[in-house]
């Protein structure tokens, strides 16, 4: 995996406008940066980035020894014996029931430090987060009383930012109602709610923090590469490997695991050094092209644990050692993150986390 820093930097840049002047970019760097390594969490700490997310405390504490400056949220939740360690690293939870919130308290009060929580409210998720009608007068007073911890923000999450705008903006006026009923708006708390689709698409829900995961890597939340390409996003990540052999099979032979493809022709045949151990969905097999040379190839046979067949009957030159681009550029050619989601039918997010088990990753300008 190579992973641009010129990209990186330039995708901090042209979010950082987008938010401002009302705000700024939480950068949700869970599932080790979407693949990319804690290095690259690091990184956006270099680049000036001040605010992470991840999903738990084990995380927090991966990117807290990855040597970030500034906040880590964690937006996934806590369990009650995780307070402890929460409260005395200076992490900020995302707090949605009163049991979490009374350990928290609890933790706070035994190291006598002041911990600084949000608290997610779920306008229509259906996951993390309080019911706006469970919210109740005495945890609300809870929250904003109790001396040993801080309430700093505010929070929701969509469900369907990349696809219902309705249901979007039905799930915003929600949140807006709540943040109003409970006197919350208009005090100095960080309010957020967009991820990167809503953030991309509805100004008007760029608050004073947005949660931008998909988008830092220049990738589309949506799947269609023109939303990213339209605010000058640029790709990140590359995957590439070597190939590892070229052979000339005749006729009618089996390539590959279960035999799904058969030759129809005498056929020139690179073996390549990436399989669905390294996060190459087998799901894509006989289903996928990849660059060699410039020139797209397709994927022959089945996927196998650590390798992969390209036919290259069509490319002149083809021989061991040459790199094979499965996303990226090469040349005038270039494989989009987006193009390998919808091929394997799932999402952006799916294909970068899964390219996340490549062991050898580099970064490059
Ligand atoms: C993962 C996540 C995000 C970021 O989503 P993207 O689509 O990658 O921008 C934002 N908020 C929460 C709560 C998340 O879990």
Known sequence: MEISREHLAHNLLVLRQLASPQGDIMGVVKSQVYGHGVATAALLSSLGLRKFGVASLEEALD????????DIYILGGFFPWEAEAIVAEGFIPVVSQEEEFESLVKAAERQGRTARFHFKVDTGMGRMGCLPRNFTRSFFERLSLSPAVALCGVMTHFSSAEKDPEYTEWQFQKFLAFLKRWGFWGKS????????????????MRLALNRIGIALFGVSPNGEP?????LGLKPV???RARVKLVKVLPPGFRVGYGGTFVTSRTSRVAVVALGYAQGLFRALSNNLEVLVRGKRAPVIGTISMDQVMVDVTHIE?????DVVTFIGRDGEEEIRVEEVARRGKTIPHEVLCSFGRIRHRVFVE
């Open 63 to 70: 990117l807290k020894k990855s040597g970030v400056e500034g």
């Open 189 to 204: 708390l960080e309010y957020h709610c967009a991820n990167s689709a809503a953030f991309l698409v509805f100004p008007h």
């Open 226 to 230: 023109e939303l990213a390409k339209s």
């Open 237 to 239: 990540t590359s995957v």
């Open 317 to 321: 030159g083809v021989e061991k050692g």
